[in-house]
């Protein structure tokens, strides 16, 4: 659920007056938008139109308002949809094959219900972006996540969204930083289910892609990727998440001598 500060999309059921779709560009699964009051069945068709990617259920009715820049599309999505909960599945080759539309609001999913790599089509999607997107897309099902300290300064409550934390990865502030880190990671191990997904993604990948993996989360955020990797290790409570953390720096330092050695 985003915070309704951060809630781009204005959904308003009936809407009257709704203007036309000003822009929406879909480029490496990246969505560019500028929409004002603009009906959700027309921005969902023209994703459609430009993905290629095939529609299951039927857009929410109301409209929205938006202006995004080559925002990932699950985020710019959420951003669009609100609480309404859908679902990207991405071929071998990386592209996006179906955007589901479930129409009911997000709501974490049973422990019976299988892991994320079923889930999300991620068993199928190969390695690489693809199944990078699956873990990104695993937040948006999430529900809200407690937050102390300085994030509850920052948030005004004892919960913010996953949206919320995120970004505070990307804070200037180290100590928010770490916190924002040491919260995500604490958040998905008390969860069962996110937990159990966590664990799959982990083993199905090997310490390389898992290191290029980390060293794009890093890029995202402007850090650096054995400083990350090294607070998601003394945050997790979890064994076998440490020990793959520990192989993350020790292929990082490896990479290192190697791109050293070779200028």
Do not use: C
């Amino acid at each position: 659920m985003l915070r309704p500060a951060l809630v781009i999309a204005l959904l308003v059921a009936g809407s009257v007056g709704a203007a036309p779709l000003e822009r929406l560009e879909y480029r490496d699964d990246k969505l560019t938008l500028r929409a004002h009051d603009t009906p959700l069945e027309e921005i969902v068709d023209a994703l459609k139109r430009q993905s290629g990617a095939e529609v299951r259920g039927t857009a929410p009715g109301g409209a929205a308002s938006a202006e995004i820049d080559a925002m990932p599309l699950g985020e710019a999505l959420a951003r669009v949809l609100g609480e309404r909960s859908f679902t990207l599945t991405y071929g071998e080759d990386g592209r996006l094959k179906t955007i589901e539309l479930k129409g009911g609001p997000v709501a974490k999913r049973s422990a019976t219900e299988p892991a994320l790599a079923s889930h999300r089509g991620d068993r199928d999607a190969g390695k690489g972006p693809a199944r990078w997107q699956a873990i990104a897309n695993k937040f948006t099902d999430a529900g809200p996540v407690p937050v102390t300290g300085v994030l509850r300064q920052a948030a005004g409550s004892d919960t913010a969204s996953w949206d919320f934390v995120l970004r505070m990865t990307n804070a200037k502030d180290r100590t928010v930083k770490t916190e924002a880190i040491r919260t995500g990671v604490r958040a998905v191990e008390d969860d069962a289910d996110m937990r159990e997904s966590l664990l799959t993604i982990l083993r199905s990948m090997d310490d390389q892609e898992l290191t290029t993996f980390v060293r794009a989360m890093a890029g995202s955020i402007n850090d650096d990727p054995e400083w990350i990797i090294k607070e998601i290790a003394r945050a997790s409570r979890t064994a076998e998440v440490r020990s793959r953390a520990h192989d993350v720096v020790r292929q990082l330092r490896v990479d290192q001598r190697a791109a050293a050695g070779s200028t």
